[in-house]
């Protein structure tokens, strides 16, 4: 399958569709951002991090739902596993090339609602009192 | 709101931050992030649509979950919902300039998604053939 990245006007032409029920990338949209995996992927874009690090900086993960993600993002090609033939075994996440191109979009979605949350808020106040009236 | 999280060039002078667990943002992110939030603000970002011409665009959506994901979108001040005085009445859904900017960068990442899926589905086959192996 060949890939012919165009301007938005012609993006029918792209063999992937996430409108479509069907298409596997509406599989890997899911796995980057899901609620635990935009946040995985974030973290590690500041650099490699053991499991216990990442599970520190992704705050209210859980053990099981860190591995989980984890194993998904490695599965889709956009995280490495680096195991060191330590005693104990120590265990290294980083982003592969893909996994960082796709980390700086989600990075710039991310900082772009941390930026306009003032808004957002302003926006459910109004939106409660309305519906309150009403 | 104070934030008291690690370096992230510049950005630490936000007051929100979605890796706290008890910031808001991370609510919104994952309003436009879910399933189902991501592909309505993607198929707003063309235009205005009646809701039975998203549910159409945004295949596999139910209309309960269409409904659901409207008004949190609607609350968030992402998408403005403009009912008709006809009769039947007419109800548009269309972007605030607000979901606007969202959507763009949502879609930024999508189209990057859709463009390398081709190494996503090869990766896929390497991880399920290594895990086959060991």
Request: aromatic share 4%.
């Given at each position: 399958?060949?890939?012919?990245?165009?301007?938005r006007e012609g993006l029918d032409d792209l063999p992937y569709n996430?409108?479509?029920k069907a298409c596997?990338?509406?599989?890997t949209l899911e796995h980057v951002t899901g609620r635990w995996g935009g946040l995985t992927l974030g973290a590690l874009y500041e650099g490699s991090l053991r499991f216990n690090e990442l599970r520190r900086?992704?705050?209210?993960?859980?053990?099981?739902?860190?591995?989980?993600t984890l194993h998904a993002l490695e599965r889709d090609g956009?995280?490495?596993?680096?195991?060191?033939?330590?005693?104990?075994?120590?265990?290294?996440?980083?982003?592969?090339?893909?996994?960082?191109?796709i980390a700086e979009r989600l990075l710039s979605l991310i900082h772009f609602v941390e930026g306009?949350?003032?808004?957002v808020l302003?926006?459910?106040?109004?939106?409660?009192?309305?519906r309150g009236a009403r």
């Open positions: 399958m060949t890939t012919t990245q165009e301007p996430v409108f479509a596997p990338s509406r599989g900086r992704v705050d209210g993960v859980s053990e099981k739902m860190l591995s989980q956009l995280v490495h596993r680096e195991a060191q033939p330590t005693n104990p075994p120590r265990v290294d996440y980083e982003l592969t090339p893909l996994g960082r191109g306009r949350m003032d808004d302003a926006a459910r106040r109004r939106y409660d009192e309305t």
